[in-house]
């Protein structure tokens, strides 16, 4: 255990087990209404009449292909779908027991299964072609989701990140950081306890910030960061001079839309010549048992009119290289922790604005 463990976190000794078991567990209680969903739309009756492509399947269910898409690869998680070369097709377990036609249905014993409120009790209406849903970004804007983000992140992602950040050869000499999206500051007070020199700068909605100077005034590094009310979608942008520059699962839609490179442009103007730009994001699916969690996670995602939760590497390091940036250094996700992201850092070569 060490310094960090145990100033950060009193209950340190608690964190041996891996939090994505748990995660997992939790997780598998959404499966029954994500099935029933399945069943409701027709999505069993209707390859049970034939193999089929996405696109065909979400026009003969009158389906939204995005949310569709992510729906097909949970089911395929859990072997209630199969795919090959992009052709879905019924597995012998859904063939027999969830097509309605089948003299052994078992539709009734699944409808008693109908799963607690939560994230999927909307689903089958957010798989409806016409349904448009906004997505809200102020689902983290309360004190309640905050503290969430904030417990979440101490079950091993917060240390994975602090011992990441100081391999970096700059940390222990950068005196400015910038926080982007940093919701109440976890990470950067994570950060501040690893160099007495560093000042923190956490940028996020106004309302966020407020929450974070109430909830966080009594943490012990408080008076190092300073939170600054921003909104990314106005026309204002962060200081500049940072040493460091850091962002935690918010680049995801930047990725999808293909504003990654003009985002990127943007931080590199902000970074000191040589300064490091670092990103912790969900970068692809994993195999085993957080497959399925990640799978959910993304139906989750899509079917909040979110486009999605994942930014592959690729994407990021080639609008990287667009914005300036090199000398890439990646920690692949450690598959024991919840939601675990890969974590990059990128030094700033060149100015691009
Ligand atoms: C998924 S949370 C990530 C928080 C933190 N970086 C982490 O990794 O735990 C996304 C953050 O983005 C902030 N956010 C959402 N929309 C924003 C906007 N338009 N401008 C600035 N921040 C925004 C939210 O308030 C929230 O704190």
Same mark, same amino acid.
């Given at each position: 255990?060490?310094?960090?463990?145990?100033?950060?976190?009193?209950?340190?000794?608690?964190?041996?087990?891996?939090?994505?078991?748990?995660?997992?567990?939790?997780?598998?209680?959404?499966?029954? %209404?994500?099935?029933?969903?399945?069943?409701? $739309?027709?999505?069993?009756?209707? /390859?049970?009449?034939?193999?089929?492509?996405?696109?065909? %399947? #979400?026009?003969?269910?009158?389906?939204?292909?995005?949310?569709?898409?992510?729906?097909?690869?949970?089911?395929?998680?859990?072997?209630? &779908?199969? &795919?090959?070369?992009?052709?879905?097709?019924?597995?012998?377990?859904?063939?027999?027991?969830?097509?309605?036609?089948?003299?052994?249905?078992?539709?009734?014993?699944?409808?008693?299964?109908?799963?607690?409120?939560?994230?999927? !009790?909307?689903?089958?209406?957010?798989?409806?072609?016409?349904?448009?849903?906004?997505?809200?970004?102020?689902?983290?804007?309360?004190?309640?989701?905050?503290?969430?983000?904030?417990?979440?992140?101490?079950?091993? $992602?917060?240390?994975?990140?602090?011992?990441?950040?100081?391999?970096?050869?700059?940390?222990?000499? #950068?005196?400015?950081?910038?926080?982007?999206?940093?919701?109440?500051?976890?990470?950067?007070?994570?950060?501040?306890? =690893?160099?007495?020199?560093?000042?923190? *700068?956490?940028?996020?909605?106004? =309302?966020?910030? #407020?929450?974070?100077?109430?909830?966080?005034?009594?943490?012990?590094?408080?008076?190092?960061?300073?939170? *600054?009310?921003?909104?990314?979608?106005?026309?204002?942008?962060?200081?500049?001079?940072? !040493? /460091?520059?850091?962002?935690?699962?918010?680049?995801?839609?930047?990725?999808?839309?293909?504003?990654?490179?003009?985002?990127?442009?943007?931080?590199?103007?902000?970074?000191?010549?040589?300064?490091?730009?670092?990103?912790? *994001?969900?970068?692809?699916?994993?195999?085993?048992?957080?497959?399925?969690?990640?799978? $959910?996670?993304? /139906?989750?995602?899509?079917?909040?009119?979110?486009?999605?939760?994942?930014?592959?590497?690729?994407?990021?390091?080639?609008?990287?290289?667009?914005?300036?940036?090199?000398?890439?250094?990646?920690?692949?996700?450690?598959?024991?922790?919840?939601?675990?992201?890969? %974590?990059?850092?990128?030094?700033? %070569?060149?100015?691009?604005?």
């Amino acid at each position: 255990m060490d310094a960090f463990m145990d100033a950060f976190c009193p209950t340190a000794p608690q964190v041996r087990a891996p939090y994505s078991q748990l995660n997992n567990l939790l997780y598998k209680s959404y499966l029954p %209404l994500i099935i029933n969903s399945a069943a409701e $739309m027709g999505l069993f009756d209707v /390859l049970s009449a034939g193999d089929s492509f996405l696109e065909k %399947l #979400a026009e003969e269910l009158n389906a939204n292909v995005h949310v569709l898409d992510a729906l097909l690869d949970v089911l395929e998680a859990v072997g209630l &779908v199969a &795919v090959q070369d992009g052709c879905y097709t019924l597995t012998s377990m859904s063939g027999t027991y969830l097509v309605s036609s089948s003299k052994v249905n078992q539709l009734r014993a699944l409808r008693g299964f109908s799963g607690s409120r939560g994230p999927f !009790d909307n689903l089958v209406e957010a798989l409806r072609h016409d349904h448009v849903k906004t997505f809200n970004n102020r689902i983290w804007a309360s004190e309640e989701a905050a503290l969430s983000m904030e417990q979440v992140s101490k079950a091993g $992602m917060i240390q994975e990140v602090v011992s990441f950040m100081k391999s970096i050869p700059g940390f222990s000499g #950068a005196r400015r950081m910038c926080d982007i999206a940093g919701s109440i500051g976890y990470y950067s007070l994570a950060m501040l306890r =690893e160099n007495d020199g560093l000042q923190a *700068h956490v940028y996020d909605l106004p =309302e966020v910030c #407020a929450i974070a100077r109430k909830v966080k005034r009594d943490d012990e590094h408080f008076e190092r960061v300073t939170f *600054h009310d921003f909104d990314i979608t106005g026309s204002s942008w962060v200081d500049d001079g940072f !040493d /460091l520059f850091f962002c935690s699962h918010f680049l995801y839609e930047f990725g999808a839309k293909g504003t990654l490179v003009d985002f990127l442009k943007k931080v590199n103007a902000s970074l000191k010549p040589g300064g490091y730009f670092v990103s912790s *994001h969900i970068s692809s699916y994993t195999t085993g048992e957080n497959r399925l969690t990640f799978a $959910m996670v993304e /139906l989750m995602t899509r079917a909040m009119g979110y486009p999605t939760h994942s930014l592959p590497e690729e994407t990021l390091k080639e609008a990287l290289g667009k914005a300036g940036f090199g000398d890439f250094t990646i920690q692949e996700p450690n598959e024991d922790l919840a939601f675990a992201t890969m %974590l990059l850092s990128a030094r700033k %070569l060149q100015e691009t604005l």
